[in-house]
């Protein structure tokens, strides 16, 4: 069955960086897009980042720009997630996800299975 | 990017249906038949229910179907069951070569 199990959250400064991972099993990781998802404490969710099955094409919201990559191992089945230049705003529980659909050229934001989640909480 | 207009609540009682409205512009739901919903229960990952407008994922109820007219995307929840009362978020292709996809701002559905 499909899991997705993030992992590298925890409470960091503003100004400060977090590398989350997100180990991917029970399918061909390399076939599929992935997602990165947050939701800030009582709000709604906001599409982070994307990246393509093959790591050619990567897209973020206008809010990370610059300052979070988006990057995956297909050797390792692993997606990450570098954030640099933390602000208090980015302070949300963190979800990969996979895309719908295989070997997809597309970002059109279908994303069918989750991890549970990891909260990032920037604060001094 | 959060561009998608939906209600910020609705309410409805079991054996019921209810309608979420999703509205954007002729740029993204107007122009392309790409619209998704997503369940998402309290302290739950979100669940994807809809995409390319009113196609279900394997394992979706069919009480749930979705639609599309001119600018505004719809959910639609039929036969209403208590386990429906989550929030609702819909999303739409834009086309935009930096970012294509725009969001709404999420919908609670409370079943009375």
């Known amino acids: 069955q499909v899991q997705l199990v993030e992992s590298g959250g925890g409470v960091v400064q503003p100004g400060g960086s977090l590398r989350l991972s997100c180990a991917a099993s029970g399918f061909t990781f390399s076939s599929y897009g992935m997602h990165w998802v947050r939701q800030a404490p009582g709000k709604g969710l906001e599409w982070v980042a994307f990246i393509r099955y093959d790591g050619s094409n990567k897209y973020y919201a206008d809010s990370v720009k610059g300052r979070f990559t988006i990057s995956r191992d297909n050797s390792k089945n692993t997606l990450y997630l570098q954030m640099n230049s933390l602000r208090a705003e980015d302070t949300a529980v963190y979800y990969c996800?996979?895309?719908?659909?295989?070997?997809?050229?597309?970002?059109?934001?279908?994303?069918?299975?989750w991890g549970q989640g990891t909260l990032v909480t920037v604060s001094s | 990017q959060s561009a998608l207009t939906q209600p910020a609540s609705v309410s409805g009682s079991p054996g019921q249906s209810i309608t979420i409205s999703c509205t954007g512009t002729?740029?993204?739901?107007?122009?392309?038949?790409?619209v998704s919903w997503y369940q998402q229960h309290p302290g739950k990952a979100p669940k994807l229910m809809i995409y390319?407008?009113?196609k279900r994922p394997s394992g979706v109820s069919n009480r749930f179907s979705g639609s599309k007219s001119g600018n505004t995307a719809s959910l639609t929840i039929s036969g209403l069951q208590a386990e429906d009362e989550a929030d609702y978020y819909c999303?739409?292709?834009?086309?935009?070569?930096?970012?294509?996809?725009?969001f709404g701002g999420g919908t609670k559905l409370t079943v009375l």
């Open positions: 999303c739409s292709y834009a086309g935009s070569s930096t970012f294509p996809v725009v």
């Open positions: 002729s740029s993204d739901v107007g122009s392309y038949n790409l």
């Open positions: 390319e407008v009113s």
């Open positions: 996800a996979k895309d719908l659909i295989a070997v997809a050229g597309s970002f059109f934001g279908w994303a069918d299975y």
